[in-house]
């Protein structure tokens, strides 16, 4: 028995193969729900994949389970590239300012993810919001600390996921302009009490060197959706 | 020929009674979807309003036209009730201050609706949202006349169409506090340049006499579901 023959190793090309058919119906369902909208079905996605409809049924059961794949796995890449960039500061106001500047920037580079995001109901797009989990976390802590305004964190919470999530589905409309961001997370840390001399000087220190891994599928598909246009 | 029997008093009954089905079709649509959510479908909208599947399509294409019909119906009657109300006042930050609280307001009184918001796609959610074009109008003007710091009127509007709909999408999770349609309007001044004593004062006026007509799909349906739960 060659090495390439043993059950191990059988066994792991299944899975790798597994693994990028997966990642070939994400990446299509993403192109094709961001230009055809909330009425493509299984049969555009599978046929932009060149793949058989029975195929598609290994990995989904539904149209609804492909749609929520797809918003994980764009919410976890964020969350997992934005939090521990966050992280690196204490104050929950230069979280804010530097996550959802971030968070904006990434909306503005990539069309592709508000067109798919302003398909989704609100429920499936809010789940994980952006991978924005941690702007919940961080007003609870800046109510806490007194850093913000006795603002209430649900309110400052469904406040800021409601920002972001209109400012990603905006951009199915019209390209964000380029003093977007700062602005609107501007106009947010006003809204959690800091006056304009404290959020004009937080919204314009230097954002840190930021870069979604090649591996993304927000960059896989904005690739290809550029590419073939 | 009894007046009963005349063409035009005939023409006159069948449009009632088509009238009448489609605002009983609506009413049911919005039951079933706020409740059971985007997986609701046709069947279950005929089932709740006991009528054939035939004669469905007398009214609608499709689910989707449905739901766009609901919708539209909804943000119509709040624009019709709000409105006029949010025009008594000149200053455009009054304006925002009278219309974000009172669209808040009618959120939290009708969870209904939040419960149904949450299931459309955001474009259809967002197509005059929550009867709430004049919150864009009232933004330019208020970024016109510099009563708002210079925000830039799109990042303006996104804000505050964004934050109303996360509220009425929040209510499909949880009630709002009595507290939380102030909290969020004050806020929302404040992100428009607004400082903090000026957003307090404008956001503790008191609320003019405001309620929907009994007419109102909002209003019936709500009466409906409270009454079969």
Not at 25 to 47: W, Y
Not at 105 to 127: D, K, Q
Request: some cysteine; aromatic content about 6%.
């Amino acid at each position: 028995m060659t090495t390439e023959d043993t059950p191990n190793h059988r066994t792991r090309v299944a899975a790798e193969r597994r693994g990028k058919t997966r990642a070939k119906l994400l990446e299509s369902a993403l192109l094709v729900f961001a230009q055809k909208g909330a009425g493509a079905v299984i049969d555009d996605v599978i046929a932009h994949a060149g793949m058989a409809r029975g195929s598609f049924y290994n990995y989904f059961r539904t149209n609804e389970e492909l749609l929520a794949a797809v918003a994980d796995e764009i919410n976890d890449e964020l969350l997992r590239a934005i939090d521990p960039v966050v992280l690196r500061c204490d104050d929950p106001a230069e979280r804010i300012a530097c996550g959802t500047r971030l968070l904006l920037h990434t909306v503005r580079r990539f069309p592709l993810y508000g067109g798919f995001m302003a398909r989704l109901p609100f429920p499936a797009a809010n789940s994980g919001l952006l991978g924005a989990r941690f702007l919940a976390r961080d007003v609870r802590l800046g109510v806490a600390t007194r850093r913000f305004a006795d603002i209430g964190w649900r309110v400052g919470a469904d406040m800021l996921v409601g920002v972001m999530l209109s400012a990603a589905c905006s951009t199915a409309r019209e390209p964000l302009s380029p003093a977007y961001p700062d602005a609107s997370a501007r106009a947010m840390l006003r809204a959690l009490g800091l006056d304009e001399v404290e959020a004009a000087r937080l919204t314009a220190l230097p954002l840190p060197a930021f870069e979604l891994p090649p591996s993304s599928l927000l960059r896989r598909a904005q690739l290809l959706s550029v590419g073939r246009d």
